[in-house]
């Protein structure tokens, strides 16, 4: 779904010239908090940091899980000082 999305507002931005951002985000040291208090502790934190990610963006923004711990956020309309304000807030 995120390659779909990607694709879509790379083309919306190319063709209005409207900016586009991406965020991408990494817990650090998450093997050691799984190897400390296993997956299903470990989902569940992802679950809560994916939840607070989506809190702190707009209604237009979109966030994705990448990878084990990555996540990634779309930021369409969004030009570089509102991209980091973006990532201050989250």
């Known amino acids: 779904h995120f390659a779909q999305r990607l694709s879509e507002e790379m083309e919306r931005c190319q063709r209005y010239r409207h900016p586009l951002a ?38 237009t923004d979109q966030a994705f899980r990448y990878g084990g711990e990555e996540f990634v956020v779309l930021l369409p309309e969004t030009d570089l000082p509102e991209a980091e304000a973006a990532a201050e807030r989250v």
Do not use: P, S, Y
């Open 22 to 59: 991406l965020m991408v985000l990494d817990v650090d040291n998450f093997k050691t908090f799984n190897d400390t208090w296993g997956h299903v502790q470990g989902d569940q934190v992802l679950i809560q940091l994916a939840e607070c990610i989506t809190a702190c963006l707009r209604r």
